[in-house]
Structure formats: structure tokens, C-alpha cells
């Protein structure tokens, strides 16, 4: 079963890589929803030193199955226990004049 996690749509966000790999993992891979995530083609989406994927801004089509994979010298590691993301709040375009509903 996976862990669920909710996210603030508008708002920063972070999925940590918890993985075990020895040698320490020279690289990290996610995936979203079993296929490889590209964050090069997102730019509000980066993987920092760490193998945590950050959310400059949580948007509704982050939403989905995340798993990290740790890479070292040796090969390909476990891959970690699947995130369920989900996106709550406002869109952050929306205002409280304009009348938009909390999803």
C-alpha cells in the first residue's frame, strides 16, 4: 500500500528519497506513475543533492505514484516505497474575490 502524501497546490513541495544503498547511490531516479520522470523538462521541478525531488510550485499535474531509485558504482539498489501525491487547496491563480472553489 502506498504512503500518501498531500501536497499545497501554489505552494513549495518536497518527496524525499528514502532508500538504503551501499556504496552510497551516486545517482537517483525517479519515476511517476512507473515511468521515468524527466525534471530537466519541468523547470519548477528539480532533484537536489540529496535525491529529494523539490516543488518550486505544487501544481494539480504533480499529482500521482512517485518511487526513487538508488544508483551506485555497483548497480541499481531497491527502489523505494511508492508516494501517493495528491494536490489539495485553491488554484494559486485563484482569489478570494474571483469565487473559486477548494478542491
Given at each position: ?57 505544487v ?5 500521482g ?39
Amino acid at each position: 500500500m502506498p504512503v500518501e502524501v498531500y501536497l499545497g497546490r501554489g505552494l513549495p513541495g518536497r518527496l524525499d528519497c528514502t532508500v538504503d544503498a551501499n556504496p552510497p547511490a551516486s545517482q537517483i531516479i525517479w519515476t511517476k506513475n512507473e515511468r521515468p520522470l524527466n525534471v530537466a523538462s519541468v523547470p519548477r521541478v528539480y532533484v537536489d543533492r540529496r535525491g529529494s525531488i523539490v516543488f518550486r510550485v505544487v501544481s494539480s499535474v504533480d499529482e500521482g505514484r512517485y518511487s526513487c531509485a538508488a544508483y551506485s558504482s555497483l548497480g541499481a539498489g531497491r527502489s523505494s516505497t511508492t508516494v501517493r501525491v495528491y494536490v489539495r487547496g485553491a488554484p494559486s491563480d485563484c482569489s478570494a474575490v474571483s469565487g473559486c472553489s477548494v478542491a
